[in-house]
């Protein structure tokens, strides 16, 4: 058993402030996905209470268990622990600790106990036997999931860091994240992808159906890609009818292939309207640290492979670092 850690006292006075000016709380997600887990849970979880200022999880740690929360706040938080920025908090009948579980990393965040807090925990070898136990249910479980990571936006994060229309993170917000995401990849040493993604003909729609279309549509791709995303993906309007997808994690090996499943999908499922609209893109990805270690080399090496995409008939997705061919057997 290993002792306890807390925040200082100031930074746990910050926020615990900040959540006290919240205006509400929000309630539990009541889905039979969030009933059948919390039942699996009630049932073979741990008791664990935290008081005011405990730490649950430390970012970059092992991912060892996933904890339902019964009573009290549980602050998300992102950064050195000496001064760590506040992504959000989390409530009666939500988790915490999932998304380290479900994508085997390590953690993402740090949580920390806001006020006198009890949860039921479970651990890895039981989260998976949870998942075992209710198949039909695995894929909608991990979706639930992401969804609740998702629906709060960053507590440190204004208005300005959502595109207003379709609810993506902001150009703004991706100055911000990509430093960020540098930094935690030199520290933790993972690899990340870079996408740059451009509409195929997405004048067109706005010449010959109208800009009011276009918005329908641009609101629709954007709502498509965050379901098929993984819990720990983040998609940026560019602007206009470009965006930028952060994939952390990812290298060569598994970049093409997710972006081509995107791609994939979006062609395969018209938007509907009058008239409906086969959807398309092209779309480079940069990776690093292959193809550099700074934001602008990486910004670079995406936005060339969108261009030599374009150049070869559009709809296709181009890599900065393609993976290596298999040796002749």
Known sequence: MTASQFLSQPIFEKFQASYEHLPKQPGSSETITASSLEKFIETYGQEEELVPGEILFIQGDAADKVCWIEAGVLAILQGSLDDPKL??????????????????????????????????????????????????????????????????????????????????????????????????????????????????????????????RGDDVLVT????????????????????????????????????????????????TPIPGDPPIVLSFSAGIAYYPENGETTEALMKAADECVYRSKQRGRGMVVSAVMPEAPPDT
């Open 87 to 212: 992504l959000t908090f989390r409530y009666p009948g939500q988790v915490v600790g999932e998304i380290a579980l479900l994508e085997d990393i390590q953690r993402t965040a740090s949580v920390a106990a806001i006020s006198k807090t009890r949860v039921r925990s479970l651990s890895k070898d039981k989260f998976q036997r949870l998942l075992d136990a209710i198949p039909d249910v695995g894929v909608d479980l991990m979706r639930l999931l992401s969804a609740r990571l998702r629906e709060v936006q960053p507590a440190e994060y204004s208005s300005g860091m959502y595109d207003h229309l379709t609810g993506a993170f902001s150009r703004r917000a991706l100055d911000l994240r990509l430093n960020e995401e540098l930094k935690r990849a030199q520290i933790y040493e993972y690899s990340f992808a870079l996408v740059f993604i451009d509409l195929d003909h997405f004048k067109e729609i706005n010449d010959t159906c109208g800009h009011a």
């Open 221 to 268: 791709f954007v709502k498509r890609i965050k379901a098929d995303l993984r819990t720990i993906d983040l998609l940026f309007r560019y602007g206009g009818d470009e965006f930028v997808l952060i994939l952390q994690g990812v290298d060569p090996e598994r970049g093409g292939v997710l972006v081509q499943g995107l791609l994939d999908e979006a062609k395969a």
